[in-house]
Structures are given as structure tokens and as C-alpha cells.
């Protein structure tokens, strides 16, 4: 169970979540997610848990791509600089 002497709720602290993290991990598999951080909470759980409750084949990839954003007309910087090129004649020479 999450550090009941501190915080009845069962939310760990960061600096609590840092020192014992194997615990947690034992906590997480034995009594169910654990939370850590008060401000921005984050959640614990095994990986046979996580994979129930989200899509098999969803991919960090194809994720980033499908949540990129859109819409926006930006224009890349301009890359001038008056640093010396190196091997800029390398090219030239060898040929």
C-alpha cells in the first residue's frame, strides 16, 4: 500500500516516489496503481494493466504522427551565420 503513514490518500511524494521506487513497483503489482506527486500526479501500474486498458497496436509512432500539430504556417528560421564553413573546398579539391 502506498506510504499511509504520510498521506492517508496514498499518493507518494516525488522525493518518497525517488527513494523507493522498487517498493513502489512491488506496491503497484501487489495492491494496485500507485500515485506519486501532488501537483501533477502521475500513476503506477504493471505493464500486464496497462496493456488491458489501451489499444494493442497503437505505436508511439503512428501516435506522434496522428497527434502532431496542424494547421500551423511556420517558417523556419533563418540559418545565416559568419562562421567559417569547414571542408567547404574538401569537395572541390578532391575531385
Known amino acids: 500500500m502506498a506510504n499511509e503513514a504520510t498521506d ?7 522525493a518518497e516516489a525517488k527513494a523507493r521506487l522498487s517498493h513502489i513497483l512491488r506496491c503497484a503489482e501487489e495492491d494496485g496503481p500507485q500515485r506519486i506527486g501532488t501537483r501533477r500526479t502521475f500513476v503506477v501500474v504493471p505493464e500486464h494493466v496497462w496493456e488491458q486498458h489501451t489499444e494493442p497496436d497503437v505505436r508511439l509512432g503512428w501516435w506522434l504522427i496522428e497527434h502532431m500539430p496542424r494547421g500551423y504556417e511556420l517558417e523556419p528560421p533563418e540559418r545565416r551565420s559568419d562562421r567559417p564553413i569547414p571542408f567547404i573546398d574538401y569537395a572541390t579539391d578532391a575531385q
Not at 492517508?8 to 516525488?14: N, Q, S
Open 8 to 14: 492517508p490518500a496514498g499518493i507518494w511524494t516525488v
